[in-house]
């Protein structure tokens, strides 16, 4: 009874291995499939990506949608691709509004004055040179600052002290940021002059988070900033004694009106040898935060799709269909390059056969998911199979998005992969001063890079329809 | 054979419980084990060494020498001190050279400009308001530094790079430090307009590391600033290019000539009720950097010996000695309250039977190391049976020092217990505004303030002479 168990359950077992190998000899070549293992361990081994990192932080640094760093991470950018050999490179313009960050400082003014850290939330407008002081109202969710009446907040500073909780796929950024991004104008309709928030991150480093905030039409802008963790916690603290509380905050950013910059997307290719006009795109953004480097946000992400794009173009031969690397403008301000590029490519977003971008995490990639037509799933599990050794797990669902600006592209139809790394860290760095080179795991890079090498490959040779 | 090897092995071990047991009942009464277990499971059941910190950085936040902060301080270790149930509070007023800190900012020039976190060590000059730029030396080491050849630093910045070391009992801060207090003398005698360095610290935040540093007489004083970690690791970078590197720096730090400031050492005491004249003290320094909220440095000593001084002033009878807290002032700039209060009473040193300070680490005790006559080692060992529950071994040596301040009493002839902690963490936070309240390690905190009890409880009972 027991050996018949057993025999039952490893019948289909072994009958889907088979299948597997089966059909793998349909998608991918016998010499394809050792190609794509040494393509694999080429990537594993190497340093490259790290090295492409260590470079854009290193020589550019951070790279504020058009500010000076950005203007020189785009040339870097495109030197990178000649250098890594692309056959073709270009840039397609974009413009946005600009935005100063100016200096920030604050201090708890009352029951027990402290200096605090703060930093001014992208896109918020300034106090004026002098700052203001006000009575501080707290609250523990955006939900609470919701409820709370119309004119309760009048002339007083709002605060929202919810902590961001910490998930391996990043899934408590969800609930945290919507207070940085909505929170000023729902705490000026009631009122409030202004909105200190905790910063949406899982640190207790000294160091606040900045990231975009919006302001509603016809709703008055007041000036937005996030505490670090520790600076949250004291406030807390100081309420906590029962007096009334007051802040002071100076905020020199401002949002000139009407003045807008210029950035670009940068664009390089493998051409395709046998379907040139059918393009895998792999991507990540090129711009990041005005303060750290950029290493994390999103610097892995353009050093592993140029790495493995570099790998694929060593290879004796192109690949079938065409590998396109996109390193989009203006992710962290509304992504307006990946706009610009559907609006740009519209006609042509039928020949983008799959894609997948990196920007989160700094872990190992540990699970794929899939956003493909149903009939294609079987190369898909083709692709889960090189990667499974890898800890590269399959996501049991078909409905992924491709991560951040990519995730336009997959609205707009293109088939797309979502590989998802071990995020737990992530937020510690995210939007900070501390997302520096140093915070860069090595060896996940690796990994991560030989992921995105192994997919391009496998996408641009493999003779399957995604949108099927 | 193996059973009489076994036995061979036990027999002095029995024989040695025997005698531990026999010899505390000399020196503890039968009634006096039961107090002291109480006490112990007393402080590791309890908050208040906790909540003492919290208020401490909560309601006052950081104290350099002769600040507001100090100042605050001081008022509230008095009424802590009466709120705790001591018999006699007093403060003994000392004074020292003024500082102010001041702005930093700084930023490498060529060949990839990019702005950088630094900050002022404590003590230095600053560098005008326009700051300075100058081409950058690099010395791996201090080592390094001291053989560069008279001159060869002229119209030049020194930049020392070397990185401390983790260790459970912080022994890579020695190696580290003496940059910290003597490099920019050095530099300054080979020509140089500035010296920076890697912060001394083993975290990799975008946060940097100050601590005092001392000029030599006669030697020109320049400016002196430290460099946070992952900065120190972009300007390494930089030179790794093999192109000139120059930098630019900004501090406005100042050191007034002749202003002085004062503070004072808060002294309470718990009175004993047989032996009144003979002290034993357990320290702490009340002092902090100017940066962050002293939690760590020395906010949970100040804490752990306050909660240990009321476990005992709780009890229905005073202790045989007397128990005397004595929080030092100016412990950061030079140890100046340990001096004074030596210099203060010297007549009476005789009478402090033995101390114990708490000024470093955050984690558990895991060991600890007497300095006391040779006679009274077998007291010592009693003590460590009581300790040893809570993972505190006794180590083989009898030639500790007490930490920090306390050092100079034990100079002074004082015999004394050094309580090591885990302290790999440490010097991650230590001198940085990441010293803050969610730093603490509140279990940690409740076991250390458990063994100063033990400690004071047992020294103040023991009929023990610890000189002998």
């Known amino acids: 009874m027991f050996k018949y168990s057993i025999r039952s359950l490893l019948l289909p077992i072994a009958l ?54 950005d203007k020189k991470a ?15 490179v270009w ?36 106090t004026g040179e002098k700052g203001i002081e006000a009575p501080v109202v707290h609250f523990k969710t955006f939900a609470d600052l919701k409820k709370a009446p119309e004119g309760s907040l009048l002339g007083k500073i709002a605060f929202v002290s919810y902590q961001m909780t910490r998930h391996i796929d990043g899934d408590g950024y969800g609930a945290a940021v919507g207070t940085r991004v909505a929170g000023a104008s729902v705490a000026a309709e009631k009122g409030a002059i202004a909105l200190i928030m905790r910063s949406v991150g899982t640190d207790n480093n000294r160091i606040a988070h900045t990231g975009v905030m919006r302001y509603k039409d016809k709703v008055k802008k007041i000036p937005a900033a996030a505490l670090s963790n520790p600076d949250a916690d004291l406030l807390v603290n100081q309420f906590s004694r029962g007096k009334p509380v007051s802040f002071y905050l100076r905020m020199t950013s401002s949002n000139p009106h009407g003045e807008t910059v210029k950035s670009a997307n940068v664009i390089g290719e493998i051409t395709g040898s046998e379907f040139p006009n059918e393009i895998v795109a792999i991507g990540a953004h090129l711009d990041s935060w005005d303060v750290g480097t950029g290493a994390l946000d999103d610097g892995i992400g353009v050093a592993m799709v140029l790495a493995s794009a570099h790998y694929i173009a060593q290879l004796p031969k192109r690949p079938k269909k065409t590998l396109r690397v996109i390193l989009f403008a203006a ?25 997948a971008e990196w920007d989160f995490g700094l872990g190992r990639i540990y699970k794929m998911t899939p956003g493909v037509g149903a009939s294609s799933l079987n190369g898909i599990r083709e692709l889960a199979q090189v990667l499974a050794p890898m800890g590269v797990a399959l996501a049991p669902t078909n409905k992924a998005r491709a991560q951040s600006d990519m995730s336009l592209l997959s609205d707009a139809g293109m088939p797309s992969i979502n590989f998802s790394p071990d995020g737990s860290q992530y937020f510690d760095y995210h939007h900070t001063e501390n997302d520096t080179l140093d915070k860069v795991d090595a060896l996940a890079l690796k990994q991560n890079t030989a992921v995105y090498t192994v997919f391009a490959y496998f996408a641009t040779q493999a003779n399957i329809n995604f949108r099927k």
Chains 1, 2 share one sequence.
Not at 41 to 50: D, K, R
Not at 74 to 88: C, E, N, Q, T, V
Not at 333 to 353: D, F, P, Q, R, S
């Open 331 to 355: 992710e962290e301000v509304g992504l307006l390059g990946a706009k610009a590029y559907i609006k740009k490519h519209e006609t042509k977003m039928v020949n983008h056969v799959i894609g």
């Open 91 to 126: 840039t397609e313009e974009i413009s946005g509004p600009k935005w100063i960050r100016g200096e920030a400082s604050a201090r708890i003014t009352s029951p027990f004055p402290q200096e605090v850290v703060v930093i001014a939330l992208g896109g918020s407008v300034g």
């Open 16 to 69: 889907s291995f088979f299948c597997v190998t089966h059909s793998q000899a349909d998608v991918l070549s016998a010499n394809e499939q050792v190609q794509i293992e040494a393509l694999k361990n080429t990537a594993l081994n190497s340093e490259l990506s790290y090295q492409i990192v260590e470079s854009l932080t290193t020589e550019v640094g951070h790279r504020l949608m058009g500010s000076e760093g």
């Open 74 to 88: 785009i040339k870097w950018a495109i030197a990178k691709m000649h250098s890594l050999g692309f056959d073709k």
